[in-house]
């Protein structure tokens, strides 16, 4: 198991949820050596940590962070808990995740499907870790934190819509921000309508229903109702 911090600083995203470090984990092959299981070797791995990439992180949202989280419209919410990680996608108009000061952070919890595992985490664990994106943007913003689960009525009231109120609202208090290059997306074509594929390349909602539950749910009839039910529930 890599070690999870580097002089207290977060060295990868998630990485960071995975439990204690001497946690033992089950490896398939039993070549010691094709794995990294020491900061040293890892370290001599990949080198030395370019200064930028350290100076980057702050502790608060400074002024030249709170424009993308402003411009995003999606977040990726990582938590964790007993019964194991959670990355829940989180999206709405873009500036959702409300900057009430530069510590803390106000994300409204919209309707879903009631599994509630990320609320689940929070309860037991409050570490949070954000990735914010932005369409057409090649960099993404990182923020870890702790989370509580607000459920003041005044609170609730800012973040309504079309007069339909959150469940809950998470409030974050921020410890880490900082950005991150724009490798990934470039190198995955993100953005690139050239690399998009047709809906139709993949399994529906209720094909994957059918099939995991050996055809005890109706695919066509779930696909059918999909729309209406996202169209009635989006808030």
């Not at 990294?36 to 030249?64: F, M, N, R, W």
């Not at 973040?159 to 974050?172: C, D, H, N, T």
């Not at 209720?206 to 109702?225: M, R, T």
Request: glycine fraction near 6%; include cysteine; aromatic fraction near 8%.
């Amino acid at each position: 198991m890599l070690r999870i911090f580097e002089a207290g600083r977060p060295l990868a995203f998630l990485l960071m949820l995975h439990g204690p470090p001497n946690r033992d984990y089950p490896m398939e092959n039993p070549d010691n050596n094709a794995f990294v299981t020491t900061t040293q070797a890892l370290e001599a791995l990949y080198g030395p940590i370019a200064p930028p990439s350290l100076i980057k992180e702050v502790d608060h949202i400074h002024p030249a962070y709170r424009p993308f989280i402003e411009a995003a419209p999606f977040v990726v919410l990582a938590s964790a808990g007993p019964d194991g990680l959670d990355a829940s996608p989180r999206g709405d108009q873009a500036g959702f995740v409300h900057i009430e000061d530069s510590k803390t952070l106000y994300l409204p919890d919209r309707r879903g499907n009631n599994r509630i595992d990320t609320l689940r985490n929070i309860v037991n664990d409050p570490r949070v870790a954000l990735l914010f994106l932005i369409p057409g943007v090649g960099e993404t913003l990182r923020i870890n934190g702790t989370a509580q689960i607000s459920i003041q009525p005044e609170l609730l009231a800012r973040f309504a819509v079309k007069g339909q109120l959150p469940k809950s609202v998470l409030r974050i208090t921020v410890t880490s921000v900082y950005f991150q290059c724009s490798r990934a997306t470039i190198r995955s074509g993100l953005w690139d309508a050239t690399h998009h594929i047709e809906r139709s390349a993949l399994p529906t909602a209720g094909q994957i229903l059918k099939a995991v539950s050996a055809e005890q749910i109706d695919g066509d009839a779930y696909d059918n109702a999909l729309p209406g039910r996202i169209a009635d529930t989006l808030y």
